[in-house]
T-cell receptor, first 113, second 111 residues
Framework: EDQVTQSPEALRLQEGESSSLNCSYT??????LFWYRQDPGKGPEFLFT???AGEEKEKERLKATLTKKESFLHITAPKPEDSATYLC??????????????FGQGTTLQVKP | NAGVTQTPKFQVLKTGQSMTLQCAQD?????MYWYRQDPGMGLRLIYY???????DKGEVPNGYNVSRLNKREFSLRLESAAPSQTSVYFC??????????FGNGTRLTVT
């Protein structure tokens, strides 16, 4: 069964304390892996797409990396405004043009000043 | 630029009542999707429409119907609401080979 698991479920950091969020996947074939940010009461907002092992993407304090079994979202020197739920999703080979995604449960990050 | 607009934002229904959730996008995207989000379950796909005129079932379609009214609009209907359908519903759209763009959700409570 295709599965996406995120850990930890919740993470509390002090401002400036770097850390990583994990997204592990067991799927029949990976077409792409996506990271989204979701603020309370809002819809998910796209951050990154990764397609192949070894690929990395960066945006401000965030860096996403991909291996054959998992992806990491590294947060360097986080600020309180980075507090949100971070969602990981995979698109499978063979999903064609449907764009169907399998989502993980999310990691809720709280950054305290 | 409005993006993906969902109405209503909040709704309370009694068991057995029906309602339609509306979704419209102004980005000329081909594909549209309905997801539900429940605590600890992640986002789960209910139905999707890869292009105007087509609709297909996702992971959790039971109890729902959809209509792709035109390229802009994709509605989700609950014919006879049940407490298990209490959730937050998200509509999303995407152009070809691009990430999903989400609306801000409809929070539905069924009592």
């Amino acid at each position: 069964e295709d599965q996406v698991t995120q850990s930890p479920e919740a993470l509390r950091l002090q401002e400036g304390e770097s850390s990583s969020l994990n997204c592990s996947y067991t799927v029949s074939g990976l077409r792409g892996l996506f990271w989204y940010r979701q603020d309370p009461g809002k819809g998910p907002e796209f951050l990154f797409t990764l397609y192949s092992a070894g690929e990395e993407k960066e945006k401000e304090r965030l860096k996403a990396t991909l291996t054959k079994k998992e992806s990491f979202l590294h947060i360097t020197a986080p600020k309180p405004e980075d507090s949100a739920t971070y969602l990981c999703a995979v698109q499978l080979h063979g999903s064609g043009n449907t764009g169907k995604l399998i989502f993980g449960q999310g990691t809720t990050l709280q950054v305290k000043p | 630029n409005a993006g993906v607009t969902q109405t209503p934002k909040f709704q309370v229904l009694k068991t057995g009542q029906s309602m339609t959730l509306q979704c419209a996008q102004d980005m000329n995207h081909n594909s549209m999707y309905w997801y539900r989000q429940d605590p600890g379950m992640g986002l789960r796909l209910i139905y999707y429409s890869a292009s105007e005129g087509t609709t297909d079932k996702g992971e959790v379609p039971n109890g729902y119907n959809v209509s792709r009214l035109n390229k802009r609009e994709f509605s989700l209907r609950l014919e006879s609401a049940a407490p298990s359908q209490t959730s937050v519903y998200f509509c999303a759209s995407r152009p070809l080979d691009s990430p999903l763009h989400f609306g801000n959700g409809t929070r539905l409570t069924v009592t």
